[in-house]
């Protein structure tokens, strides 16, 4: 069973609330899609964000804000914004390529350097989608079909990253969300740590997913799980 992260959840679900103390989030792949979002709503929430992604970010100026251009696959630039971090939420993506690549290992194997190096014990809140590792097994024929061919090279990197990142030392939590909406934001999702026949993921907007990685950047209940996002 899932929970609803809405604070007015009905009776047997659990809650995470929209109250928190501020912390130092870093989003790393920020520039666009959930990590842009994930970037607006650490703000809208009073956190004090610092960003990486290669490209600029188009958002407002705002004194809690941090913004960093550089490679996620780079040493320097990891230690710069990790450094400080009370949380790390890591959205990178491919936009919407679906060549071979090797960015998402490359980026988890410089993460897991830079967290021992800098010995930092905090939690890493890493975006993958619902197809990556075992996921791939529950998702419906047709989406089966569409993993197996278009999104075949990005997502067997993907799942390769989750490997990496979950037999690591960091503080890991892996979120898969379902497909990927522009639909405003509703704080009303679905999130399973289990998979089961019939699970159903499904379409859930980019910003739900961001108040969800979020919300666990504060508050990480499901450290050290595999949480699937679905909008209903």
Do not use: C
Not at 108 to 135: M, R
Not at 203 to 216: E, G, M, P, W, Y
């Amino acid at each position: 069973m899932g929970y609803d992260p809405n604070p007015s959840a009905g009776k047997g679900k659990q809650r995470i609330s929209t109250m928190s103390n501020s912390k130092n989030i870093t989003v790393i792949g920020a520039s666009s899609g959930v990590g842009l979002k994930s970037v607006e709503r650490a703000l809208e929430r009073g956190h004090r964000v610092t960003t990486l992604s290669r490209s600029p970010i188009s958002i407002a100026a705002n004194p809690n804000l941090t913004v960093v251009q550089g490679s996620a696959t780079n040493k320097g630039d990891l230690k710069k914004v990790v450094a400080n971090a009370d949380a790390v939420i890591v959205a990178l993506g491919t936009g919407m390529s679906t060549k071979k690549t090797t960015l998402y290992t490359d980026a988890a194997s410089v993460l897991i350097e830079v967290q021992k190096e800098l010995n930092k014990n905090i939690p890493f809140i890493i975006l993958t989608g619902f197809g990556a590792g075992e996921s791939g097994k529950y998702n419906s024929f047709l989406m089966k079909l569409v993993f197996a061919t278009i999104l075949k090279a990005v997502y067997e990197n993907k799942t390769q990253m989750e490997e990496m990142i979950t037999k690591s030392s960091l503080k890991w939590e892996i979120v898969r969300p379902g497909v990927l909406t522009d639909k405003p934001l509703t704080e009303k999702y679905r999130v399973e740590t289990k998979l089961y026949k019939g699970i159903g993921i499904g379409n859930i907007s980019r910003s739900d997913v961001a108040d969800f990685l979020v919300k666990q950047a504060e508050n990480p209940t499901e450290l050290g799980k595999y949480s699937s996002l679905s909008g209903k």
